[in-house]
Each structure stands twice: as structure tokens, then as C-alpha cells.
């Protein structure tokens, strides 16, 4: 179709999870022959990425709903952002007058509303599920929504709990699960072991639950099982004290020999391959797994715990297993487990890698997300408000 001018909104600069998602769709729309605008809150590695793909960066004020500004302390501080974002945001509308919109989260709660405002076409991507959150919570958080004319859910788990939310929302939800790129060329699991090398990649905070993996690892130790962990992954800005508690946990548990903080690191994979078993240990809902998938793409096997949104990420590959979710001893029964079926799932890694890549083709991703804008496009008149539905 004739090239459209798609804005993209996404709240940060770096390349985690929602990052790079919302990288391969800047990636399929630019393919696709787009014009296509992404504005950032700031600048930051994602900027170079996107740019080298083709698309334009506006970088500028913004409002990010991010926790620490609900705190009461903080309210005159979400006030201001909210009404500076608002007044950027239409400024740069008027800038660059986009016909669609693609707004990557609901912590840009003010973008579905503005853009309706402009009579613009808007579609958000959600990737954010907590079911264990209050109704009212939900609720808040999900009814901007409410001004969107179609939604991708990032998995089952994410649409249905955004359907017992707020039910009105539902033929507006479409799933697309994530697309997850893996290794150039994987590096087969070692054929033995002596010891076992544990492997966390991911943001360093609370509800991601690394402190469980460094509880598992001292209790496995203390079992003579000589293991070892490396945190590839660093903090939110204003989350440094839980970088700090982390260290002094592995401090006072004596195992400041057999655990290696690596921080940040664009490039996970190096870091997968020299590990034999990777974790994902949250203790609150995952909407979805893509570091799970990661492992099963680098023909790792990889312990989830016992969360809906990590199940459905890791649901066809045998070599994935579940526990408890803030359990150190039964984390530590499973990492034991796995090596004890080393031979099995040395074995099985080549073909549940195999099916992720089918899964979870970047591709198949791309080929969606640009289906579904381009229909937005299309089937938008200008000045109706009219939803387009799950397409």
C-alpha cells in the first residue's frame, strides 16, 4: 500500500524486553516502506538502533507512569510531567501529522486520548499483565485503553486479563506473541557435567526475584553441588538500593566467589552459552517470557516459575521446566533435577530450539504488526471514532 506516516511512542532508550519488541516493529514497518517517527523520553541505545534501520527520532518531554511517581511525595512531580507531556506531545503531532499511531505500553497513559483528540488513528501494544493487582488498579491502569482503536496483547494471558477487566475492551484485543531473535548460532549445551553454571538475564528489581536464584545457589552449594551463577542485567534508575541489597545478600552469604554481576549487556548471548541452565524466577505475573524463549533458542534448558504468562511462553518446549515462584529450596531441587536428566535434555535442546524459531519467527512478528497497521490505515475515515477491532 502507499507508504504511511506511523508514529511510534515508546518510554525509554534502552534494548530490554518491550525495547527490542518495539525495535523489530519500528524494523517491519521501515521494511515495509513506512514513514515512520519514533519518540523517545530520552536518548539512549535504542536511538542508534532505531536510526540505523531507517526511522526518525524526536526525543522530548514525555509522561511515563512509572510507580515511583504514584508515591504521594511524588505527586506534584506526576503533575507536572503529565501536563508538560500533554502539551509536548501535541506539539509534536502537529509537527509531524501522523496518520497512525503506535503507542508500545500502557505507562503512556495520556497517548491514547491525545491521539483521538488529533483524530488519529491509535493502536497500543500491552504488554503489561499483573492479575494478582486489585480490580481498581487494573482498571486505571487498562481504561486509556478505552480510547485505542485496537489492541495487541503480547499473549493469551495479557487479553484475558484485560478482558475481566474492563470487558468492553475485548473486540478491540488482538494477540501477537512476541518475537524473539535468537543466537547468530547457538552453542550446544556441554555434553557433561562437572558442576552446574546457572545464568540469570534481566532487569534487577524486587518482583524479578535474583535474590531467590542467589538463596538456591547457597543452598546448593550447601548440598556439595559445586555451582555457580552469572546476572547479566542491571536496575531501574531509583531501584539502586536493591542493586546494593543484592550485593550484600551474596556477600553475606559467602558466595561473592560463585556469582559474576555482569550489569547491562546488549549481547545476552555470549552469556547464555557459557551457562548450562538458565532461570527466570519472577514473583509476580509475566505477561510473557522472552527471556524463557531466549534459552530454548540458545539450546539452553530454562526454569520458569509457576506464572501464567511464563507457562504460556514455554508451554511447547520440553526442555523448560516450572516451580514455585519465590521458592530458593524447591529452585534449587529443579537446577539439581535438570542435571541429573542431563543426557535427556542434552538431547531434546536442538528441536525445542527449532520449534522457537518457528514460533517466534521475527518474521512472522513483522508480517502481523505491519498487517494490522496497514489495515488500520485503511480502514480509518478521517474525523469517525470507530474501533477497528481485533483484525
Given at each position: 500500500m502507499?507508504?504511511?506516516r506511523?508514529?511510534?511512542i515508546?518510554p525509554?532508550?534502552?534494548?530490554?524486553?518491550?525495547?527490542?519488541?518495539?525495535?523489530?516493529?519500528?524494523?517491519?514497518?521501515?521494511a515495509?516502506?513506512?514513514?515512520?517517527l519514533v519518540?523517545l523520553?530520552?536518548?539512549?541505545p535504542?536511538?542508534?538502533?532505531?536510526?540505523?534501520?531507517?526511522?526518525k527520532i524526536?526525543v522530548g518531554?514525555?509522561?511515563?507512569?512509572?510507580?515511583?511517581?504514584?508515591?504521594?511525595?511524588?505527586w506534584?512531580?506526576?503533575l507536572?510531567?503529565?501536563?508538560?507531556g500533554?502539551r509536548?506531545?501535541?506539539?509534536?503531532?502537529?509537527?509531524?501529522?501522523?496518520?497512525?499511531?503506535?503507542?508500545?505500553?500502557?505507562?503512556?497513559?495520556?497517548w491514547?486520548?491525545?491521539?483521538?483528540l488529533?483524530?488519529?488513528?491509535?493502536?497500543?501494544?500491552?504488554?503489561?499483565?499483573?492479575s494478582?493487582?486489585?480490580?481498581?488498579?487494573?482498571?486505571t491502569l487498562?481504561?486509556?485503553?478505552?480510547?485505542?482503536?485496537?489492541?495487541i496483547a503480547?499473549?493469551?494471558?495479557?487479553?484475558?486479563?484485560m478482558?475481566?477487566?474492563i470487558?468492553?475492551?475485548?473486540?478491540?484485543?488482538?494477540?501477537?506473541?512476541?518475537p524473539?531473535?535468537?543466537?547468530?548460532?547457538?552453542?550446544?549445551?556441554r555434553?557433561?557435567?562437572?558442576?552446574?553454571?546457572?545464568?540469570y538475564?534481566g532487569?534487577?528489581?524486587?518482583?524479578?526475584?535474583p535474590?531467590?536464584?542467589?538463596?538456591?545457589?547457597?543452598?546448593l552449594?550447601?548440598?556439595?553441588?559445586?555451582?555457580?551463577l552469572?546476572?547479566v542485567?542491571?536496575?531501574?534508575r531509583g531501584y539502586?538500593w536493591f542493586?546494593?541489597?543484592?550485593?550484600?545478600?551474596?556477600d553475606?552469604?559467602?558466595?561473592?566467589?560463585a556469582?559474576t554481576?555482569?550489569?547491562?549487556?546488549p549481547?545476552?548471548?555470549?552469556?547464555?552459552?557459557?551457562?548450562?541452565?538458565?532461570v527466570?524466577?519472577s514473583?509476580?505475573?509475566?505477561?510473557?517470557?522472552n527471556?524463557?524463549?531466549?534459552?530454548?533458542?540458545?539450546?539452553?534448558?530454562?526454569?520458569?516459575?509457576?506464572?501464567?504468562?511464563?507457562?504460556?511462553a514455554?508451554?511447547?518446549y520440553?526442555?523448560?521446566?516450572i516451580?514455585?515462584?519465590?521458592?530458593a529450596?524447591?529452585?534449587?531441587?529443579?537446577?539439581?533435577?535438570v542435571?541429573?536428566a542431563?543426557?535427556?535434555?542434552?538431547g531434546?535442546?536442538?528441536a525445542?530450539?527449532?520449534d522457537?524459531?518457528?514460533?517466534h519467527?521475527?518474521?512472522?512478528?513483522?508480517?502481523?504488526?505491519?498487517?494490522?497497521?496497514?489495515?488500520?490505515?485503511?480502514r480509518r475515515?478521517?474525523g469517525?471514532?470507530a474501533?477497528?477491532?481485533?483484525?
Amino acid at each position: 500500500m502507499t507508504a504511511v506516516r506511523i508514529l511510534v511512542i515508546h518510554p525509554g532508550a534502552e534494548l530490554y524486553g518491550a525495547d527490542r519488541v518495539m525495535l523489530e516493529t519500528a524494523a517491519g514497518l521501515c521494511a515495509a516502506g513506512h514513514d515512520v517517527l519514533v519518540a523517545l523520553p530520552e536518548h539512549g541505545p535504542l536511538a542508534a538502533e532505531l536510526k540505523a534501520l531507517g526511522a526518525k527520532i524526536a526525543v522530548g518531554p514525555m509522561f511515563v507512569l512509572r510507580k515511583e511517581l504514584l508515591r504521594p511525595r511524588n505527586w506534584v512531580r506526576l503533575l507536572t510531567s503529565a501536563v508538560t507531556g500533554f502539551r509536548a506531545g501535541w506539539q509534536l503531532i502537529s509537527r509531524h501529522r501522523p496518520q497512525v499511531a503506535y503507542v508500545s505500553t500502557i505507562v503512556l497513559p495520556q497517548w491514547p486520548l491525545l491521539l483521538r483528540l488529533r483524530r488519529i488513528t491509535v493502536v497500543t501494544h500491552v504488554h503489561e499483565a499483573e492479575s494478582a493487582s486489585a480490580w481498581i488498579v487494573r482498571a486505571t491502569l487498562y481504561a486509556p485503553q478505552l480510547w485505542s482503536h485496537a489492541i495487541i496483547a503480547n499473549s493469551r494471558f495479557t487479553g484475558d486479563l484485560m478482558t475481566r477487566t474492563i470487558r468492553s475492551l475485548q473486540r478491540r484485543i488482538r494477540v501477537i506473541h512476541n518475537p524473539v531473535p535468537g543466537p547468530p548460532h547457538p552453542t550446544a549445551p556441554r555434553p557433561s557435567l562437572d558442576g552446574i553454571r546457572i545464568g540469570y538475564v534481566g532487569r534487577l528489581s524486587p518482583r524479578k526475584g535474583p535474590a531467590v536464584v542467589v538463596q538456591a545457589l547457597a543452598i546448593l552449594r550447601a548440598r556439595g553441588l559445586d555451582a555457580r551463577l552469572s546476572i547479566v542485567g542491571d536496575v531501574f534508575r531509583g531501584y539502586e538500593w536493591f542493586a546494593d541489597e543484592l550485593a550484600q545478600q551474596i556477600d553475606e552469604l559467602g558466595l561473592a566467589d560463585a556469582v559474576t554481576r555482569y550489569g547491562y549487556e546488549p549481547d545476552v548471548w555470549p552469556h547464555i552459552a557459557a551457562s548450562d541452565v538458565m532461570v527466570v524466577p519472577s514473583l509476580t505475573d509475566e505477561s510473557f517470557g522472552n527471556t524463557a524463549v531466549e534459552a530454548v533458542l540458545a539450546e539452553r534448558p530454562v526454569i520458569v516459575s509457576d506464572l501464567q504468562g511464563l507457562r504460556e511462553a514455554v508451554e511447547l518446549y520440553p526442555t523448560t521446566r516450572i516451580t514455585p515462584g519465590g521458592d530458593a529450596v524447591k529452585l534449587a531441587d529443579t537446577i539439581e533435577a535438570v542435571a541429573d536428566a542431563w543426557p535427556e535434555i542434552v538431547g531434546a535442546v536442538p528441536a525445542a530450539a527449532a520449534d522457537a524459531r518457528t514460533h517466534h519467527s521475527v518474521q512472522r512478528y513483522r508480517d502481523a504488526l505491519v498487517e494490522l497497521m496497514e489495515i488500520a490505515a485503511a480502514r480509518r475515515k478521517p474525523g469517525t471514532h470507530a474501533d477497528i477491532g481485533p483484525v
